[in-house]
């Protein structure tokens, strides 16, 4: 298969720079374990199975109740009643507690990344065999043609080799919107990436990328992406048509490279990737 190099030059390809993040996720005891206190003023706490008000809720704790933090992760931020922060603390049985209704000696120590659990391969058959199946079903769930959903991630993700990617599996490059990652991403995460104007002229900056627990959550968020935000309602006129399809997206402003669209038709035409779209 021929190798296009596109991903690592393409500016506004978040994933491209994902080696240079900021902040990264963390699933994973970074040091020593340090005990809290429940903090809500008499309610009781909710601990979630993800950093995250949208993640499923465990269980609730009495107000003053012993909590293990085994360490802590940047999400969500939350107003509560010991303060306002995005740390979300990781307990010992992998749960998760909002720092802002704890009370502890001393802030926890960050959480090691841990490696996303259903990453697929990063050589590029590997890659184009793991991923057509979620593409395939994006495409029935979302109208989004599976050839162009495998196009983004490789390009985004540059084949799954990214930090972004590999840290917070994002393989799209999707960003938080004044601090909100939605219903499926649990997190947001700084990270420096390229920008383009419309001239073509690059630049770096700072922005927030959505964090999620599974490959297989990015790519569903793909789909939603495009279909819950109206810039991106022309493109649906294509759904039967990738190379359209894919324009559209890129002239809707998916990502800022000037050549977006040409890239993704490339890397269609050059793997084949039509025939997931059947």
Not at 61 to 86: E, F, K, N
Not at 126 to 146: C, E, K, N, T, Y
Not at 230 to 253: E, L, T
Request: glycine share 8%.
């Amino acid at each position: 298969m021929p190798k296009f190099g596109i991903t690592a030059i393409a500016c506004g390809v978040a994933a491209a720079v994902g080696a240079m993040a900021l902040d990264s996720p963390a699933v994973s005891a970074g040091g020593a374990a340090v005990t809290g206190h429940a903090h809500t003023a008499g309610i009781r706490l909710n601990v979630r199975s993800a950093p995250s008000l949208g993640a499923a809720r465990v269980r609730t704790l009495a107000d003053g109740s012993r909590l293990t933090i085994a360490c802590r992760v940047t999400a969500q931020r939350i107003a509560g009643v010991a303060r306002t922060t995005s740390d979300w603390d990781r307990l010992s049985d992998g749960t998760y507690v909002s720092d802002a209704n704890v009370s502890r000696p001393v802030r926890p120590t960050a959480c090691i990344a841990a490696a996303v659990p259903d990453a697929p391969p990063t050589d590029q058959a590997g890659f184009i065999h793991a991923v057509a199946p979620l593409a395939r079903q994006s495409m029935r769930d979302w109208s989004v043609p599976a050839s162009v959903t495998m196009a983004q991630a490789i390009l985004e993700s540059d084949w799954g080799r990214s930090g972004l990617s590999r840290a917070n599996a994002n393989y799209f490059g999707i960003k938080c919107f004044d601090g909100v990652h939605g219903p499926i991403a649990v997190s947001c995460r700084t990270y420096r990436t390229g920008e383009c104007d419309r001239k073509g002229r690059c630049h770096t900056t700072r922005a927030p990328f959505r964090g999620y627990l599974s490959v297989r959550d990015s790519f569903r968020d793909h789909g939603r992406f495009l279909v819950v935000n109206s810039r991106y309602h022309n493109a649906f006129r294509y759904s039967r048509d990738p190379d359209r399809f894919a324009a559209a997206i890129a002239a809707a402003g998916y990502a800022t490279s000037p050549h977006y669209g040409r890239d993704l038709v490339r890397v269609m035409r050059g793997y084949d990737l039509y025939r997931y779209d059947t």
